[in-house]
């Protein structure tokens, strides 16, 4: 009785660890894994909403590790089909983020971003990350 147990237990533990996440849009949480020109890469979490007012825009909290109560908000491109999110400019306090592209995959497993990064000390940094 006791191995049975044991048993059930490790396989409720080792299911919770499997990320069953079947994505149909880029809405929710993101792990995201950034390299930068100046920095050391980094790992941090982030969230995807819908914009309450324009439905084609999403808010992106923690984008670049801002913070959770800051969002940027980015578009989708005329070109849907390739599932391009445009970050035309974003601008919180002294940091300002331009250039913004990422590219959605298919099956909307991931994102891969690229965009400039400013904040008055470090300028026109450029960063790739990638949210899983």
Same mark, same amino acid.
């Given at each position: 009785?006791?191995?049975?147990?044991?048993?059930?237990?490790?396989?409720?533990?080792?299911? $919770?660890?499997? *990320?069953?996440?079947?994505?149909?849009?880029?809405?929710?949480?993101?792990?995201?894994?950034?390299?930068?020109?100046?920095?050391?890469?980094?790992?941090?979490?982030?969230?995807?909403?819908?914009?309450?007012?324009?439905?084609?825009? @999403? *808010?992106?909290?923690?984008?670049?590790?801002?913070?959770?109560?800051?969002?940027?908000?980015?578009?989708?491109?005329?070109?849907?089909?390739?599932?391009?999110?445009?970050?035309?400019?974003?601008?919180?306090?002294?940091?300002?983020?331009?250039?913004?592209?990422?590219?959605?995959?298919?099956?909307?497993?991931?994102?891969?971003?690229?965009?400039?990064?400013?904040?008055?000390?470090?300028?026109?940094? *450029?960063? *790739? $990350?990638? @949210? @899983?």
């Amino acid at each position: 009785m006791r191995y049975f147990v044991i048993v059930l237990i490790g396989l409720m533990v080792f299911s $919770a660890c499997d *990320k069953d996440e079947d994505r149909t849009s880029i809405l929710g949480g993101w792990n995201c894994e950034e390299f930068s020109d100046y920095g050391a890469a980094r790992t941090y979490q982030t969230s995807i909403v819908r914009d309450e007012v324009t439905p084609t825009f @999403y *808010k992106v909290y923690n984008f670049h590790k801002i913070g959770n109560s800051e969002s940027s908000v980015v578009s989708c491109a005329e070109d849907t089909t390739n599932g391009n999110l445009i970050i035309d400019l974003y601008i919180v306090g002294n940091v300002t983020i331009s250039d913004g592209i990422g590219i959605v995959a298919a099956d909307f497993s991931s994102i891969s971003w690229t965009y400039t990064y400013s904040d008055g000390i470090v300028n026109n940094e *450029k960063v *790739k $990350a990638t @949210y @899983y």
